[in-house]
């Protein structure tokens, strides 16, 4: 089984739809993180967290909100999903030592 | 703050040629560790290779290879004798000590033809 597992896989959605994210770890790790990826630009941080109690912004965190339900889980929301928020979403946990990032397998999200 | 370059946005090579994806990097700690990460149309993200700055030795790990220069804060990579299977867009990223997030690159995509 994958370490970490991400659903949906792939979503379609409406602009002003709620969406959630979820992100899932089996590697034990308290450190989690939420990267969009657009083509040309690379990934870029959108919220982190250290732990549970841990909820941090990234780079481009306005129209997201992030829920630590437990250690091992991590999600992602769009409260009203907009077009421009079209993307390759991907959830990461990190080594705590070394900060080597295991990513989930994406979820590829268009907002229509 | 961080940054993390990779000028070249699309490479195209022949099969068995050898080719180097270039990266330089910014930051003002002193310790700080390199990543890069191999991205094939699957979508995938595959870790290939994580330095410490205060390691500067070249890696070597079959037909890849990564050269490390803190003179130059740069951390390029060379496929040697590339293959199809090389095609794929390539990460390079940075995270400062203590802090464990990661600036990537804009990626470097590589296409390798027969």
């Known amino acids: 089984d994958a370490d970490v597992t991400q659903t949906p896989r792939n979503r379609i959605t409406k602009t002003g739809k709620r969406i959630m994210l979820e992100c899932s770890q089996t590697?034990?790790?308290?450190?989690m993180y939420w990267y969009r990826q657009d083509p040309g630009l690379g990934l870029r941080l959108i919220y982190y967290s250290f732990d549970v109690k841990d909820i941090n912004k990234g780079e481009i965190s306005d129209g997201y909100s992030v829920s630590r339900q437990a250690q091992a889980k991590f999600s992602l929301s769009l409260e009203s999903a907009i077009p421009n928020q079209t993307a390759l979403y991907f959830c990461a946990t990190s080594d705590p030592i070394y900060y080597e990032q295991y990513f989930g397998p994406g979820t590829r999200l268009t907002v229509t | 703050a961080q940054k993390v370059t990779q000028a070249q946005t699309e490479i195209s090579v022949v099969e068995k040629e050898d080719v180097t994806l270039d990266c330089v990097y910014e930051?003002?700690?002193?310790?700080?560790?390199l990543f890069w990460y191999k991205q094939p149309p699957s979508g995938e993200l595959v870790f290939l290779i994580r330095?410490?700055?205060?390691?500067?030795q070249n890696e070597i790990s079959g037909r890849y290879s990564w050269n490390f220069q803190k003179s130059t804060s740069s951390f390029n990579f060379t496929i040697t004798a590339s293959q199809v299977v090389d095609s794929a867009v390539y990460f390079c990223a940075l995270s400062e000590a203590g802090y464990s997030t990661l600036t990537f690159g804009k990626g470097t995509m590589l296409l390798v033809s027969p």
């Open positions: 590697k034990g790790h308290d450190r």
């Open positions: 930051t003002r700690d002193t310790t700080y560790y």
């Open positions: 330095r410490n700055s205060f390691d500067e």
